[in-house]
């Protein structure tokens, strides 16, 4: 075998394990427990429940209607949208916490809904 295959055949090898490890870093599920408000505009008072929500990441983007592309940085994903509906979405992933606010239309009006709450891997 000669140089420049042994030289092709390690940067292959060593593109596919890169990918692999990039991959698995950037696709994870989180379900997360915590506290919805929710207000329809013009409408009397914010509805409160407590709530589980599952956030799944494919490849460094949230799976959504419109499957956001995220930032990934110092352990922390955010991802922020305003196709459809304006989204912010954080997720720290040193303490589990996440925090979503989504305000947009839907057939019975404006709406706005927070949500923050602790998440664990699935």
Do not use: H
């Given at each position: 075998m000669?140089?420049?295959?042994?030289?092709?055949?390690?940067?292959?090898?060593?593109?596919?394990?890169?990918?692999?490890?990039?991959?698995?870093?950037?696709?994870?599920?989180?379900?997360?427990?915590?506290?919805?408000?929710?207000?329809?505009?013009?409408?009397?008072g914010?509805?409160?429940?407590m709530?589980?929500?599952?956030?799944?990441?494919?490849?460094?983007?949230?799976?959504?209607?419109?499957?956001?592309?995220?930032?990934?940085?110092?352990?922390?994903?955010?991802?922020?949208?305003?196709?459809?509906?304006?989204r912010?979405?954080?997720?720290?992933?040193?303490?589990?916490?996440?925090?979503?606010?989504?305000?947009?239309?839907?057939?019975?009006?404006?709406?706005?809904?927070?949500?923050?709450?602790?998440?664990?891997?699935?």
């Amino acid at each position: 075998m000669n140089l420049m295959s042994k030289i092709y055949i390690f940067f292959v090898v060593f593109l596919v394990l890169f990918s692999t490890s990039y991959s698995k870093t950037n696709t994870i599920t989180y379900t997360c427990k915590g506290l919805s408000n929710f207000e329809i505009i013009g409408t009397p008072g914010v509805k409160e429940e407590m709530k589980e929500v599952t956030y799944d990441f494919i490849n460094g983007a949230l799976q959504d209607l419109n499957n956001i592309e995220c930032n990934w940085n110092d352990n922390i994903i955010t991802c922020e949208s305003t196709f459809l509906n304006f989204r912010k979405l954080s997720v720290d992933q040193k303490s589990l916490k996440v925090t979503d606010f989504i305000s947009g239309n839907k057939g019975f009006g404006q709406y706005i809904e927070n949500f923050i709450g602790d998440c664990k891997e699935k």
